[in-house]
């Protein structure tokens, strides 16, 4: 089967993506080259009740039940309890699958970039580590915009989004929410302070092999392009690719 990802992306991803999900040098706790090949593409919604939940290596395997169908689902590390009712990202699912930290093997497991809907407001990540961390929601950003012919902001990256298709741009911005090591890079949600949340024109997702903690100030060097489709569902009215990253 073709190589697909965990979390972007599996956030996410990751989220990932799963979310999400999702050092450039690292890979994932779990899944190695090997591992990824045996991913299939399907994607599934994903809601019911938890019957099961455990951390590790980062992540929180849940089953959750619906409908009498047990299902099990792998997130970034997050707070959930036996009994209680949740929705998570569509995910990709991955058979005989075998979790190193666990020393268990999953006949069917779906990687998610993490919760959906109200659950993503309500999940807390239990892990401040490098594969996923991410701003408190509501927080007021400002940031001033770049200089030079090049530069935009994040709004008129979505603005302009069909005349800057495959052409550089630079963006400056705050990072809400970091993704490492998924794909073999890393993946930022950056603001400004421009766009429309309720439209999603205030946050652009950059990929880059350089690191920036959220809450860093930076200015993303890349290539935009728009209507970039991953495929299992992650598809990008715009996106920032191949960026240098500058503090």
Do not use: C
Not at 69 to 79: E, L, M, S, Y
Not at 165 to 184: C, E, N, Y
Request: proline share 3%.
């Amino acid at each position: 089967m073709k190589k697909a990802p965990t979390l972007f992306i599996l956030m996410s991803i990751l989220t990932l993506v799963t979310a999400g999900a999702y050092a450039a040098s690292q890979k994932s706790p779990e899944l190695t080259r090997e591992d990824q090949d045996m991913i299939t593409q399907d994607t599934y919604s994903l809601s019911g009740k938890v019957v099961e939940a455990m951390d590790s290596g980062g992540y929180t395997y849940v089953m959750i039940e619906k409908g009498g169908k047990k299902t099990w689902v792998a997130v970034p590390q997050i707070k959930v309890t036996v009994g209680q009712d949740v929705s998570f990202q569509p995910g990709m699912v991955m058979s005989n699958f075998t979790s190193k930290t666990l020393n268990r093997t999953f006949e069917s497991i779906v990687f998610s970039s993490g919760a959906a809907g109200k659950d993503a407001a309500a999940s807390v990540s239990k892990s401040d580590g490098p594969r996923k961390t991410e701003a408190p929601a509501n927080k007021t950003i400002k940031v001033e915009k770049a200089s030079g012919p090049n530069a935009f902001t994040v709004a008129e990256l979505y603005e302009k989004r069909g005349e800057l298709d495959k052409k550089d741009i630079v963006v400056r911005g705050q990072v809400v929410k970091f993704s490492a090591s998924i794909m073999d890079k890393n993946w930022l949600h950056i603001q400004d302070g421009s766009g429309d949340p309720l439209k999603g024109t205030n946050d652009i997702l950059v990929t880059s092999q350089d690191k920036a903690s959220v809450g860093d100030v930076i200015t993303a060097k890349g290539v935009l392009y728009k209507d970039k489709d991953f495929g299992s569902g992650y598809k990008y009215s715009v996106i920032v690719e191949q960026a240098s990253i500058n503090k």
